[in-house]
């Protein structure tokens, strides 16, 4: 790289890269590191400028990997590295700028050729590439070699757990989570998921295992407080007066610290203006952290960074910690709390609340225990209102999170009494006034709707009528908009499938003339549009059995749409379901009836509410209680992995594989 490199077309010419990846042998006490490590460089941000460096990479990376087996050059300068991080804790206390900056240097350096490495060799080629040592024939190699990964993957993560997080060590810090996810994205390249994986060992078992609560307690941390990227040239010095002593007399420019900065992706550029907006460190961190909690189980072993994650606790709480989990750890949770709900853009952030409420218990009761449950629950609502411009999987996991909030009964009764003032995002109606819990029945029928429409799946539809279900006994003074949705989705399910119902009996007509075509399978759509028109029967039966008298408005939208529920009531698969909305409408309609004509709607209500306290509810048939609870499916990481990795390819700060390479997924399922 070198400290005269001017722009990232001219690297593979650069002296520097040459001597690295050529066929001399350089000793790690060879003035060359310090010339080669001595350059100003702001990272590229944008996908031109990333493409242009891998490229430039992999033409260093062909001679390094022709030439290393004979001149050991990358174990070199990974011990040259690992060499200076020995003091890095130090000089991040003594203000050591240049020190620093090296150190950063060799570790871009080291990140660059990995990750070209990675993807277009096996773990056991690389793994051999840690093993040729200076000027060593083939009859060294030796066990050194997984001592050296391990000394680097190891030293990595004391550096991200251990180096304070200042002005001058935020690149650096930044750079040990990217050579992490480098290390481990062995897995983009293959198409199954990876369950025995070298780098996967080393991370699980030996000297890294100790540092596993505290790398991730750090991730969370670092998730968690958002910090900005400092100014750039932060991490370099800013004045050095001793001349070129220390520098080895590299240039002449040294004395007035002035160095070549190698700028990519200028200020002006798109991306790097979304990046001022946000913490790397912290996007960069989430996504270790998801791609870490996701590694398959070894074996011998479950995943440590997982059980890490599923028993962490609040450093409130005081109860002693399970001897069954030595990964287990405290954190603030009222922080992680606020950061959770602040950063529901994000699907990584929505994956991680996810993660959270289904795999921490402790996670799960504070959160259910706050009275602000608003906060995080609207974002959520967000996210599913704007369906159409979120991808697929960032809709179920929003959509799965209020599944698991709705297992909880007080849940389910506080959002009724958190009332929210002129929700602006929500475009339909003009809503000034209402409750939480009507603001989420609009949002998930909204969804069904949006689903019947346009994606047509299954699981959508489960797990939407599956929250609402939860919901249904304890409804409370409904929105009369929320109300009258209710009844609209049931009118659209009606005409669905007389609509269905009616192009069944023609095909069946048409195909007793001509046996040429095959039968569109109107059966299978029948069935299930009926098992969402039962499910809808039952999630009205529910609050009307449950809290009618709570609930004025869904009467008077029962009542208004009343002719809707008719060719139900002998329906053999409603029937049953039937009676208690046949009871409650035939109740009603002779009350009105009673009362005359022309009422108001204000009047029609008074009624209603009068006639619900009169309604004998032993008339009412009891049904088992209506509770869905959500379970993971068998095989989870076949779902998880590759998303995990969408998110990386497409979100991770500052790199860039070539989408031809990936194997994973297709390039439309980030």
């Known amino acids: 790289m070198g400290a005269n490199s001017s722009s990232i077309s001219e690297l593979p010419e650069n002296e520097y890269l040459q001597k690295l990846s050529g066929s001399e042998p350089i000793s790690e006490n060879d003035p060359f590191w310090n010339q080669l490590l001595s350059f100003s460089f702001t990272t590229p941000t944008n996908s031109a400028d990333l493409k242009l460096l891998e490229e430039a990479t992999i033409s260093v990376c062909k001679s390094l990997v022709e030439k290393n087996p004979r001149t050991g050059n990358l174990g070199s300068l990974i011990k040259v590295f690992l060499s200076r991080t020995k003091e890095l804790k130090i000089s991040a206390e003594c203000q050591n700028h240049l020190f620093i900056w090296q150190a950063h240097n060799a570790l871009f350096i080291i990140c660059c050729l ?76 293959h198409k199954e998921i990876l369950r025995e994986s070298i780098i996967h060992k080393y991370l699980m078992h030996g000297r890294c295992l100790p540092y596993t609560s505290r790398l991730v307690k750090t991730l969370l941390y670092n998730f968690i407080r958002q910090e900005r990227s400092p100014p750039p040239g932060t991490h370099v010095f800013q004045q050095q007066t001793d001349g070129g002593g220390l520098l080895y007399g590299i240039a002449s420019g040294v004395a007035t610290g002035l160095w070549t900065v190698f700028t990519l992706g200028g200020v002006g550029s798109k991306a790097s203006a979304q990046l001022e907006q946000c913490s790397p460190l912290a996007s960069q961190s989430l996504l270790l952290l998801l791609v870490l909690a996701n590694l398959t189980d070894a074996p011998d072993t479950p995943n440590p960074y997982r059980q890490a994650i599923m028993s962490f606790k609040n450093t409130q709480d005081n109860t002693a910690f399970s001897s069954s989990n030595p990964h287990a750890f405290q954190i603030n ?40 449950i608003e906060n995080l629950v609207l974002p959520i609502l967000e996210i599913l209102y704007h369906v159409e411009e979120r991808n697929s999987h960032h809709v179920y996991m929003a959509l799965i999170i209020l599944l698991i909030l709705t297992e909880d009964d007080g849940f389910n009764r506080s959002i009724h009494e958190v009332i929210l003032k002129n929700i602006t995002w929500y ?20 969804t069904i709707q949006y689903n019947m429409t346009r994606t047509r799946d299954k699981y959508l539809h489960t797990n939407c009528l599956a929250a609402l279900a939860n919901m249904s006994a304890q409804f409370r003074s409904l929105h009369q908009y929320a109300a009258q949705r209710i009844i609209s989705l049931f009118s659209l399910l ?24 095959p039968l569109p399978d109107y059966a299978q759509d029948l069935n299930v549009i009926e098992e969402v028109i039962r499910m809808m029967l039952e999630i009205i039966n529910s609050c009307l059995t449950n809290s009618l008298h709570h609930n004025p408005n869904l009467v008077y939208a029962l009542l208004y749409k009343r002719d809707l529920f008719e060719q139900f009531r002998t329906h053999p698969s409603f029937q049953d379901i039937m009676q208690n909305i046949d009871l409650v409408i035939s109740f009603f309609s002779s009350r009105l009836e009673q009362a005359g004509a022309e009422l108001s709607v204000e009047r029609v209500l008074e009624i209603i509410k009068q006639g619900a306290v009169a309604l004998p509810k032993d008339r009412l048939r009891k049904f088992p209680e209506l509770k869905f ?24 700060v500052a790199l860039y594989w070539n989408p031809r390479d990936i194997q994973l997924f297709t390039m439309d399922s980030g």
């Open 494 to 517: 009606s005409k669905k499938h007389n609509k269905v119902l009616e192009q069944a009996t023609q095909s069946l007509r048409g195909s007793l003339g001509s046996n040429d075509s």
């Open 427 to 446: 475009a339909e109606r003009v809503l000034t006034e209402i409750s939480l819990g009507s603001l989420l029945i609009l949002v998930v029928i909204r």
């Open 333 to 372: 949770f009222n922080s992680l709390y606020t950061a959770l709900c602040e950063q529901q853009k994000s699907d990584q952030a929505t994956l991680l609340l996810y993660m959270l409420l289904h795999q921490n218990s402790n996670v799960r009761t504070y959160v259910l225990a706050r009275t602000d």
């Open 114 to 189: 990995l990750k070209v490495f990675i993807s277009r060799m096996s773990e056991e080629e690389l793994q051999l590439h840690f093993t040729y040592e200076e000027k060593a024939g083939p009859s060294s190699y030796g066990t050194e070699c997984e001592d050296l990964i391990e000394e680097l993957l190891c030293c990595l993560i004391q550096l991200i757990v251990e180096i304070p997080l200042l002005d001058i060590t935020y690149s650096i810090s930044l750079e040990a989570v990217t050579t992490l996810i480098v290390f481990l994205s062995c897995q983009l390249f």
């Open 629 to 652: 609870k959500y379970v993971e499916e068998e095989q989870p990481e076949e779902f998880f992995i590759p998303y995990v990795w969408s998110l990386v390819y497409n979100s991770a």
